[in-house]
């Protein structure tokens, strides 16, 4: 996995985790490119109402999701548990 690089991100990622599917499957630079953007409160292709529940969940410690698409297309999820222990990196099919 590429080293992610985090320019003032919103919230700690915690421990970076990724399911063997989407490891099997993701092109890794766009996975690094996904999980900075979610770090930086970039949400991707969210509805204005998720998108609104995850600036809420920044206030009050709730988990927060994001959703991108890879260089070639394919849908990942980012998801950051509400302790901020964890983020994983999963395909919809791993959810």
Known sequence: MLPIVLSDPK???GHLVITQN???VLDETSVA???A???AGDWGEL?????RENERALLCGL???????????RKLYVIT?????VTTVLLP???
């Open 11 to 13: 919230f700690p990622l």
């Open 22 to 24: 989407a490891l099997d």
């Open 33 to 35: 490119e996904c999980v």
């Open 37 to 39: 953007r979610h770090a």
């Open 47 to 51: 509805c204005e109402a998720d998108r």
């Open 63 to 73: 988990r927060l999701f994001s959703v991108y698409c890879d260089a070639a297309g």
């Open 81 to 85: 548990e509400h302790d901020r222990s």
């Open 93 to 95: 099919e791993d959810y």
